[in-house]
Antibody, heavy 117, light 107 residues
Framework: EEQLVESGGGLVKPGGSLRLSCSASGFTFSSYSMNWVRQAPGKGLEWVSAIRDDTNYIYYADSVKGRFTISRDNSKNLLYLQMNSLRLEDTAVYYC???????????WGQGTTVIVS | DVQMTQSPSSLSASLGDTVTITCRASQIIRSHLNWYQQKPGKAPKLLIFAASTLHNGVPSRFSGSGSGTDFTLTINSLHLEDFATYYCHQSDSSPDTFGQGTKLEIK
C-alpha cells in the first residue's frame, strides 16, 4: 500500500523552529516529486513547497520563502520541511503529498499539527 | 500567481440531487486543474485530474469538465458519503494554488 506518514509537529513559540518529516512506503519514492500542503484551523488548503524527484527544482510559497526549507533523502524515503522563524499564522495541519506528474497530488499523509503560540 | 475562485462557497443539497461546483482561474491553465474531496479531520483525496479524468476508484457519478480558465465539478445522484468539502487546484504553474473550497451540506 502506498503510504505517507508525517511526524514532527508540535507546539512552538513564535520565532522558534520545527522540522517535519514524511516517511514514504509502498512506492518508489525517488521517482516522484513531493509537496507540503498546509491547512490552518477552519481554513482551506494552502500549498507550501515542492521538491522534484531529483531535488534539482525546489519551489516555495511566498508566505514561507526564506523561512522554510524543503529537502529529501531518497535513500531513506524521507521528505523534510525545516521551519524557522515560525509565526502565529503558520499554525496549521501540515500534509505531505505525492505529486503525480503535475496532474494532482494522489497520495497524502494523515497530517501533522503545528501550533505556534 | 494564479488565483482560483470557487463558487459557491457552500451548498445545500438532498440525497439524489445533482450539484455543480465551478472554479475559475485568473489566467489560462490549460487543463491542469484537479479536484479534491476532504472530510472533517481527514486528508484530501484526489477525485479528478487534468480537468476531466477520474482518479482510480472514484465513482462515475463524479465528473469534471472545462479548460482554459473555467472548470466545473458535477456530482450526480448525491450519496450520503459525498457530503464534504471540495477544492479545485491548479498545477499549471508554480506556485500551485487551491480554490477556497466548497462545503457541500445535506439539506
Amino acid at each position: 500500500e502506498e503510504q505517507l506518514v508525517e511526524s514532527g509537529g508540535g507546539l512552538v513559540k513564535p520565532g522558534g523552529s520545527l522540522r517535519l518529516s514524511c516517511s514514504a512506503s509502498g512506492f518508489t519514492f525517488s521517482s516522484y516529486s513531493m509537496n507540503w500542503v498546509r491547512q490552518a484551523p477552519g481554513k482551506g488548503l494552502e500549498w507550501v513547497s515542492a521538491i522534484r524527484d531529483d531535488t534539482n527544482y525546489i519551489y516555495y510559497a511566498d508566505s514561507v520563502k526564506g523561512r522554510f526549507t524543503i529537502s529529501r533523502d531518497n535513500s531513506k524515503n524521507l521528505l523534510y520541511l525545516q521551519m524557522n522563524s515560525l509565526r502565529l499564522e503558520d499554525t496549521a495541519v501540515y500534509y505531505c503529498a505525492r505529486d503525480w506528474g503535475g496532474t494532482g497530488m494522489d497520495v497524502w499523509g494523515q497530517g501533522t499539527t503545528v501550533i505556534v503560540s | 500567481d494564479v488565483q482560483m475562485t470557487q463558487s459557491p462557497s457552500s451548498l445545500s443539497a438532498s440525497l439524489g440531487d445533482t450539484v455543480t461546483i465551478t472554479c475559475r482561474a485568473s489566467q489560462i491553465i490549460r487543463s491542469h486543474l484537479n479536484w479534491y474531496q476532504q472530510k472533517p479531520g481527514k486528508a484530501p483525496k484526489l477525485l479528478i485530474f487534468a480537468a476531466s479524468t477520474l482518479h482510480n476508484g472514484v465513482p462515475s457519478r463524479f465528473s469534471g469538465s472545462g479548460s482554459g480558465t473555467d472548470f466545473t465539478l458535477t456530482i450526480n445522484s448525491l450519496h450520503l458519503e459525498d457530503f464534504a468539502t471540495y477544492y479545485c487546484h491548479q498545477s499549471d504553474s508554480s506556485p500551485d494554488t487551491f480554490g477556497q473550497g466548497t462545503k457541500l451540506e445535506i439539506k
